[in-house]
């Protein structure tokens, strides 16, 4: 009995060192293995599969074996085409720890699902191109315990009903990936996800005009994942909502869709929209709609900026109003066509949604004269050619094109506070010798954003000549003057603020000061606040 135990152990032992080292096992005409699958079969955990060369295999594959890799060999393009199996795909995968990179998955006589997972905490996918199928890449029941242990990253969707599909997952990360198809969604975060990080995508050609369901480019319809950086256009919603909850959308850049840029559906509630851009095309033809609140409430959208639309927010009561919705420091630019309107709204909408420090323009309506506003503006300089506002305007800070734009929503009738902190002024007057200085002040609103629009603050110095003698106390001050620089009008406009050149002649030992007026509220247009000052002895 005892002997059979040592030897049960003995055996184990031997074959967890076996399975330490991972083989490479070789898929091509001139290599070990002919086919995924008898490479599989071959196969033990932490092995790669590796294709060789770059011919069409036609077979599929179920991965019950975890801690695999399945992958091209560089410089090769293997495309796995499935079996003609239409409702299993091409592969599945059912176990953790997969990655697959590099090969083609073609659809073609598959209508189903071009790869599926089940893997319940990690699978990678990247460098991989989908295409022809009613699914792409539809990835279940992923909990991902880090954000590397689930990644989509790098890959390529072409002619899918649904290209990527995200579906009970949380916890990874979709990203850097291109979804060019036109029917169903380019990037769907499916029901019951969260947590999830779509990034830096590129969605576009997406959606069927003519069909009412599962269309655009990225569609959410889970809670509290976080949406940034992706470009969405020509699809029929550059991003959608539907019933999610709790969502941060930030940085996108979404043109050129049919129905809506943005689509907040029917009870997708709670959800952070902030700092995106949204425009269309001087030749676009589609409904042109920024935004729509469909039934949905308690949503933010803030520093906005949407360019050339038909109408730029809607606030819609198909199927019931849309509540407690807030719309602050944005600005909607129009198309000014005939029955363009900058905001609008249905009776039950007028009074219950924040509506403040927006600017609106260039509407043929600008606002639904029932909807009350607090701080709406209606002038602000042209659109440059390419979209950018001039960097006079107070409406917007101007960056490049597809970079997020900052709206600020404030003009000259409104009070802002410009602040200029205290700061050290350094260098000391010598005897008998000349005295200069430089004076860099950095203009920030309440938004952090540097203002030059902002005439330069009243510089005052004051020279303070003390006699040292200790008979003597008296002192007295004398108003120096400020040097006429090269830049004329004795300051710059440098880098970081305005830059001011002081100087004096002929300074005695003694004590300067630099002065500004004190911090507080200043319209815009009057001198900046602050208060510079050091004394030397």
Same mark, same amino acid.
């Given at each position: 009995?005892?002997?059979?135990?040592?030897?049960?152990?003995?055996?184990?032992?031997?074959?967890?060192?076996?399975?330490?080292?991972?083989?490479?096992?070789?898929?091509?005409?001139?290599?070990?293995?002919?086919?995924?699958?008898?490479?599989?079969?071959?196969?033990?955990?932490?092995?790669?599969?590796?294709?060789?060369?770059?011919?069409?295999?036609?077979?599929?594959?179920?991965?019950?074996?975890?801690?695999?890799?399945?992958?091209?060999?560089?410089?090769?393009?293997?495309?796995?085409?499935?079996?003609?199996?239409?409702?299993?795909?091409?592969?599945?995968?059912?176990?953790?720890?997969?990655?697959?990179?590099?090969?083609?998955?073609?659809?073609?006589?598959?209508?189903?699902?071009?790869?599926?997972?089940?893997?319940?905490?990690?699978?990678?996918?990247?460098?991989?191109?989908?295409?022809?199928?009613?699914?792409?890449?539809?990835?279940?029941?992923?909990?991902?315990?880090?954000?590397?242990?689930?990644?989509?990253?790098?890959?390529?969707?072409?002619?899918?009903?649904?290209?990527?599909?995200?579906?009970?997952?949380?916890?990874?990360?979709?990203?850097?990936?291109?979804?060019?198809?036109?029917?169903?969604?380019?990037?769907?975060?499916?029901?019951?996800?969260?947590?999830?990080?779509?990034?830096?995508?590129?969605?576009?050609?997406?959606?069927?005009?003519?069909?009412?369901?599962?269309? &655009?480019?990225?569609?959410? *319809? $889970?809670?509290? =994942?976080?949406?940034? !950086? #992706? +470009?969405?256009?020509? /699809? @029929?919603? &550059?991003?959608?909502?539907? *019933? $999610?909850?709790? =969502?941060?959308?930030? !940085? #996108? +850049?979404?043109?050129? /869709? @049919?129905?809506?840029?943005?689509?907040?559906?029917?009870?997708? =509630?709670?959800?952070?929209?902030?700092?995106?851009?949204?425009?269309?095309?001087?030749?676009?033809?589609?409904?042109?709609?920024?935004?729509?609140?469909?039934?949905?409430?308690?949503?933010?959208?803030?520093?906005?900026?949407?360019?050339?639309?038909?109408?730029?927010?809607?606030?819609?009561?198909?199927?019931?109003?849309?509540?407690?919705?807030?719309?602050?420091?944005?600005?909607?630019?129009?198309?000014?066509?005939?029955?363009?309107?900058?905001?609008?709204?249905?009776?039950?909408?007028?009074?219950?949604?924040?509506?403040?420090?927006?600017?609106?323009?260039?509407?043929?309506?600008?606002?639904?004269?029932?909807?009350?506003?607090?701080?709406?503006?209606?002038?602000?300089?042209?659109?440059?050619?390419?979209?950018?506002?001039?960097?006079?305007?107070?409406?917007?800070?101007?960056?490049?094109?597809?970079?997020?734009?900052?709206?600020?929503?404030?003009?000259?009738?409104?009070?802002?506070?410009?602040?200029?902190?205290?700061?050290?002024?350094?260098?000391?007057?010598?005897?008998?010798?000349?005295?200069?200085?430089?004076?860099?002040?950095?203009?920030?609103?309440?938004?952090?954003?540097?203002?030059?629009?902002?005439?330069?603050?009243?510089?005052?110095?004051?020279?303070?000549?003390?006699?040292?003698?200790?008979?003597?106390?008296?002192?007295?001050?004398?108003?120096?003057?400020?040097?006429?620089?090269?830049?004329?009008?004795?300051?710059?406009?440098?880098?970081?603020?305005?830059?001011?050149?002081?100087?004096?002649?002929?300074?005695?030992?003694?004590?300067?000061?630099?002065?500004?007026?004190?911090?507080?509220?200043?319209?815009?247009?009057?001198?900046?606040?602050?208060?510079?000052?050091?004394?030397?002895?």
């Amino acid at each position: 009995m005892n002997s059979r135990k040592c030897l049960f152990v003995f055996i184990i032992s031997i074959f967890s060192i076996g399975n330490t080292y991972a083989e490479i096992l070789e898929i091509g005409e001139f290599s070990e293995f002919d086919s995924l699958g008898s490479a599989y079969q071959a196969a033990n955990p932490g092995d790669e599969l590796v294709f060789t060369d770059s011919r069409t295999y036609e077979e599929g594959l179920n991965v019950y074996k975890g801690n695999l890799t399945i992958r091209a060999e560089p410089g090769q393009s293997p495309t796995l085409t499935g079996t003609g199996s239409a409702y299993q795909g091409i592969l599945h995968i059912g176990r953790d720890g997969i990655v697959i990179d590099g090969i083609t998955f073609d659809g073609e006589g598959v209508s189903n699902k071009l790869v599926s997972t089940g893997a319940r905490t990690s699978i990678i996918v990247r460098n991989c191109e989908f295409k022809n199928a009613s699914y792409g890449l539809f990835v279940l029941h992923t909990k991902a315990d880090q954000r590397e242990d689930l990644i989509i990253e790098n890959n390529v969707f072409n002619n899918n009903g649904n290209d990527l599909w995200l579906h009970n997952v949380s916890g990874g990360i979709a990203r850097n990936n291109i979804a060019n198809s036109d029917n169903g969604n380019g990037i769907t975060i499916g029901y019951w996800s969260s947590d999830m990080h779509v990034l830096n995508n590129t969605v576009y050609s997406n959606g069927n005009e003519y069909l009412m369901r599962n269309r &655009g480019g990225i569609n959410i *319809q $889970g809670n509290d =994942n976080y949406v940034a !950086y #992706n +470009t969405s256009y020509k /699809n @029929t919603w &550059g991003i959608s909502l539907s *019933q $999610g909850l709790n =969502n941060i959308i930030e !940085y #996108n +850049t979404l043109w050129d /869709n @049919t129905h809506e840029n943005l689509y907040f559906s029917i009870n997708s =509630n709670n959800n952070t929209v902030e700092n995106n851009l949204d425009y269309f095309t001087d030749d676009f033809e589609g409904y042109g709609i920024s935004i729509l609140f469909y039934r949905s409430s308690g949503n933010v959208i803030s520093q906005h900026t949407s360019v050339n639309a038909s109408r730029g927010v809607w606030f819609s009561e198909m199927g019931g109003p849309s509540t407690n919705n807030s719309v602050i420091n944005s600005l909607f630019y129009g198309n000014d066509k005939l029955n363009s309107i900058g905001i609008d709204a249905k009776s039950q909408s007028y009074t219950q949604n924040q509506l403040t420090h927006i600017s609106v323009n260039n509407f043929k309506t600008l606002v639904h004269e029932n909807l009350t506003f607090t701080q709406l503006f209606e002038d602000d300089p042209e659109l440059s050619s390419v979209f950018l506002f001039n960097p006079t305007s107070w409406a917007l800070t101007a960056n490049t094109l597809g970079q997020p734009l900052g709206s600020q929503g404030i003009d000259s009738s409104v009070v802002d506070t410009l602040s200029c902190q205290p700061a050290l002024i350094t260098g000391k007057p010598l005897l008998g010798d000349d005295m200069a200085l430089n004076l860099d002040i950095a203009l920030v609103d309440d938004f952090g954003n540097e203002r030059t629009d902002v005439k330069p603050p009243v510089l005052e110095v004051t020279y303070n000549d003390q006699y040292l003698d200790s008979s003597a106390s008296a002192s007295h001050s004398q108003l120096m003057q400020i040097c006429t620089s090269s830049y004329g009008n004795k300051l710059m406009l440098g880098g970081n603020g305005w830059t001011f050149d002081i100087g004096a002649e002929n300074l005695s030992d003694g004590n300067y000061q630099v002065m500004l007026k004190s911090t507080g509220n200043y319209l815009i247009g009057d001198d900046c606040s602050g208060v510079f000052s050091r004394q030397y002895d």
